[in-house]
């Protein structure tokens, strides 16, 4: 069976650091082809795609992202780690880490979701 | 940015009616398309892949088709349970785009 699940802070000040940590299990990063997402889902907006770690450490970032994130991956701990800098609060959402199925960009299982309220 | 652009953004519906979505993009992405089902609360569950694709344990009511810029999710026999936001991805190409959604109502 396959599970991820999210963890990281509720509420985060903005121009702060927020970590988000997707533990998962039934599957290993170090499978050839495999990967793990994080994507996004702001109040009354569509979804929004935000980074991609493979199997091979390929990272992938959204454009108009790129320069605030960093996605890594512990494989022996079956973790990815999303660090998002100098946070706003736009970057209220509900986040979700999800499994890139082996060998093409969508993803088949996802986490619960965490939600992160950006705010002073 | 490859743009996806579903209509209609809202529909409602009765019981056992047909419902068609309708996903476009802005330029040619093959079969390199998935559907997902998002209820309130949840997380987005994958219904279809390569455009036509059934997940498993999707019910087969859910169906795909298209390919190149237009593609479509069809519920042949509307159920109670399949209220909720349908949303389409593209993985033709980075960045990885969503459509903005359709929420079905019952």
Same mark, same amino acid.
């Given at each position: 069976?396959?599970?991820?699940?999210?963890?990281?802070?509720?509420?985060?000040?903005?121009?702060?650091?927020?970590?988000?940590?997707?533990?998962?299990?039934?599957?290993?990063?170090?499978?050839?082809?495999?990967?793990?997402?994080?994507?996004?889902?702001?109040?009354?907006?569509?979804?929004?795609?935000?980074?991609?770690?493979?199997?091979?450490?390929?990272?992938?970032?959204?454009?108009?992202?790129?320069?605030?994130?960093?996605?890594?991956?512990?494989?022996?701990?079956?973790?990815?780690?999303?660090?998002?800098?100098?946070?706003?609060?736009?970057?209220?959402?509900?986040?979700?880490?999800?499994?890139?199925?082996?060998?093409?960009?969508?993803?088949?299982?996802?986490?619960?979701?965490?939600?992160?309220?950006?705010?002073? | 940015?490859?743009?996806?652009?579903?209509?209609?953004?809202?529909?409602?519906?009765?019981? =056992?009616?047909?419902? $068609?979505? /309708?996903?476009?993009?802005? &330029?040619?992405?093959? %079969?390199?398309?998935?559907?997902? @089902? +998002?209820?309130?609360?949840?997380?987005?569950?994958?219904?279809?892949?390569?455009?036509?694709?059934?997940?498993?344990?999707?019910?087969?009511?859910?169906?795909?088709?298209?390919? =190149?810029?237009?593609? $479509?999710? /069809?519920?042949?026999?509307? &159920?109670?349970?399949? %209220?909720?936001?349908?949303?389409? @991805? +593209?993985?033709?190409?980075?960045?990885?785009?969503?459509?903005?959604?359709?929420?079905?109502?019952?």
């Amino acid at each position: 069976q396959i599970t991820l699940k999210e963890s990281g802070p509720t509420l985060v000040k903005p121009t702060q650091t927020l970590t988000l940590t997707c533990t998962f299990s039934g599957f290993s990063l170090t499978t050839s082809g495999l990967g793990v997402g994080w994507i996004r889902h702001s109040p009354g907006k569509a979804l929004e795609w935000l980074a991609l770690i493979y199997w091979n450490d390929v990272q992938r970032y959204s454009p108009s992202l790129k320069t605030r994130l960093a996605i890594t991956k512990d494989s022996s701990k079956n973790q990815v780690v999303l660090t998002m800098t100098n946070v706003d609060p736009l970057d209220t959402a509900t986040y979700y880490c999800a499994r890139r199925v082996w060998n093409y960009d969508y993803f088949d299982n996802w986490g619960q979701g965490t939600l992160v309220t950006v705010s002073s | 940015d490859i743009q996806l652009t579903q209509s209609p953004s809202f529909l409602s519906a009765s019981v =056992g009616d047909r419902v $068609t979505i /309708t996903c476009r993009a802005s &330029q040619g992405i093959s %079969s390199s398309l998935a559907w997902y @089902q +998002q209820k309130p609360g949840k997380a987005p569950e994958l219904l279809i892949y390569a455009a036509s694709t059934l997940q498993s344990g999707v019910p087969s009511r859910f169906s795909g088709s298209g390919s =190149g810029t237009e593609f $479509t999710l /069809t519920i042949s026999s509307l &159920q109670p349970e399949d %209220s909720a936001t349908y949303y389409c @991805q +593209q993985f033709h190409s980075f960045p990885l785009t969503f459509g903005g959604g359709t929420k079905v109502e019952i």
